[in-house]
């Protein structure tokens, strides 16, 4: 028992007086910054940065923004600010508040732009000890760019006492970063570059690139260079696993594509599709709903700030109503009057298109409307090999197939949908059943703009409001009508995809612009083989 204790107590005294060196240390480096050497005062700095306490990144941030002061009475090291009009100064290793003194009473300890930029480095270094995690990432990256062999061991001990695993796994590139581009030793740059090669992104690939090109080929019955050939295989492997990340974020982007697609062109498939009116303004209910979300948003902002992030919630039913008020008025004022009529409802159409457009630049200015993401719609999810997955982008997925679910429900399963069907295999007997044609008309056109105007609360948070918003999707959206089979709702959504995939495919080969006459091309020949898309549906085109 009494060894033990003694044992104890020894182990206390030895901590205990190491711990004292190590505070006396960083007192008398803290106290040559004050040195006139220039060259004093960055040894100083080196081993503060050494040392690691956590007093030291207070000490270097007062001296890079010039408030560090030296007190002429017994030449103390102190940290002075101006609060409240008062000019305070603090200890800078207790961190205790030293009251208010007079600027006169003090030095101020100069800086020049090499200790700026030493300490500026220093300082980046620094953070890897931070207790905030995104600090220790930010810093851990900046470490990975400058690869600077300086901080190889700040980053060491902040790899020994780190317990996140994400900021672990920055680490370890970071130091396998710093030891491949500058170790002399053989064996250690080969470990480095294994751990490299364990990683899939641009950044690293890069790295062993120009560590290949920094390492001469191996001559002619020489030994083999066995960093060259270790950072050739890596270069291989991680070449070949972005390759597979590439197909997966070009798929990736065509379903978002296709998702956008799909809601752009749902309420066509039952305008275009169901009713035969080809309908030209259908993208400017699109562009109706995104206005309508600008003014939900606008309100949200102005008096409930505080519930901003639901705000995206009311605009999707209001979208619906406002669109599908516009369609309901269009069809009982002028399509009516031209069913049976293609052409000419092409023509009205685009002149109510017009008009439209017209009107909301009279309104709102023909500048774009900012309309902001709600905070559960912002960000992203990295994955690997520089694959980003959007919330926005996801969201907007899920509420694709939402919207389709319901309208395939209301197709399907409602009293409404079966009237709607009705009509258009054969109005006449509809209309001898009892059934009002003309107000299913309606409410089917304007079923699709309110469908429209979901799509423009949807567009609102990838693309710009604007007048002319819907005018983009209007030719994508009949292309993916026809090839999906008119009036098919399920052909809508294998085309959407379809298309969306295939473009995002074609688009690093060819070109976005290009890539769309491909798609454009591709559409026209298939509808020469099967003019009625890949599903076919009798409808009142059909029937004509």
Request: include cysteine; aromatic fraction near 8%.
């Amino acid at each position: 028992m009494t060894r033990t204790l003694s044992c104890i107590l020894l182990s206390f005294f030895i901590f205990a007086a190491t711990g004292t060196t190590v505070f006396a240390d960083v007192a008398s480096d803290i106290d040559k910054l004050s040195a006139k050497s220039t060259n004093v005062k960055i040894a100083a700095i080196e081993r503060l940065v050494a040392s690691g306490e956590p007093v030291v990144v207070a000490v270097l941030t007062a001296f890079l923004e010039g408030n560090l002061y030296a007190r002429k009475a017994d030449g103390k090291i102190i940290i002075g600010k101006t609060i409240s009009g008062r000019f305070t100064v603090s200890d800078p290793l207790a961190g205790d508040d030293l009251g208010a003194v007079k600027k006169a009473a003090l030095d101020k300890i100069r800086i020049n732009n090499r200790l700026r930029t030493i300490v500026r480095g220093a300082l980046g270094g620094l953070t890897l000890l931070s207790p905030d995690k995104s600090q220790r990432l930010t810093a851990a990256r900046d470490v990975f760019k400058s690869q600077d062999i300086e901080v190889i061991t700040l980053l060491e001990k902040a790899i020994a006492k780190e317990t996140d695993d994400a900021v672990m796994v920055e680490f370890r590139r970071s130091l396998a970063a710093v030891q491949a581009t500058n170790s002399e030793d053989v064996t250690v740059r080969l470990a480095a570059i294994k751990v490299l090669s364990e990683f899939t992104d641009q950044d690293v690939r890069a790295l062993i690139a120009s560590l290949i090109g920094r390492e001469a080929p191996a001559e002619t019955g020489a030994p083999e260079n066995l960093v060259r050939t270790a950072a050739e295989n890596a270069l291989a492997s991680i070449e070949a696993r972005l390759k597979i990340w590439g197909y997966v974020a070009s798929i990736f982007q065509g379903l978002s594509l296709g998702s956008v697609l799909l809601l752009a062109a749902m309420g066509l498939a039952i305008t275009f599709g169901v009713m035969g009116v080809i309908n030209m303004a259908h993208g400017e209910m699109v562009m109706l709903g995104a206005y309508t979300t600008y003014l939900v948003q606008d309100l949200f902002k102005t008096y409930l700030a505080t519930y901003f992030d639901w705000s995206i919630l009311i605009a999707i039913p209001a979208a619906f109503m406002v669109a599908g008020l516009f369609g309901v008025v269009i069809e009982r004022c002028v399509i009516r009057f031209l069913y049976g009529r293609p052409l000419e409802t092409l023509l009205a159409t685009w002149g109510i298109s017009l008009m439209l457009q017209q009107l909301v630049r009279s309104v709102f200015g023909p500048t774009n409307q900012e309309v902001s993401n709600p905070t559960w719609m912002s960000g992203t999810i990295e994955v690997t090999g520089g694959l980003d997955l959007t919330y926005n982008r996801i969201w907007i997925m899920v509420f694709a197939v939402l919207v389709f679910a319901l309208v395939t429900i209301l197709m399907k399963k409602t009293a409404f949908g079966l009237r709607m069907r009705a009509v258009t295999q054969n109005r006449a007997m509809a209309s001898s059943m009892g059934i009002r044609t003309g107000w299913v008309d309606a409410m089917t056109f304007g079923l699709g703009s309110g469908i429209a105007g979901m799509a423009g609360v949807a567009l609102s948070q990838i693309d710009n409001v604007s007048p002319n918003l819907g005018q983009a999707y209007i030719i994508d959206s009949f292309m993916v009508v026809v090839f999906g089979g008119v009036g098919n709702l399920w052909g809508t959504v294998v085309g959407a995809l379809s298309l969306g995939i295939f473009n995002k495919f074609l688009e690093p080969v060819s070109g976005a612009v290009l890539a769309k006459i491909l798609v454009l091309v591709a559409v026209i020949l298939f509808i020469q083989k099967r003019p009625r898309g890949l599903f076919a549906l009798k409808g009142r085109a059909v029937e004509g």
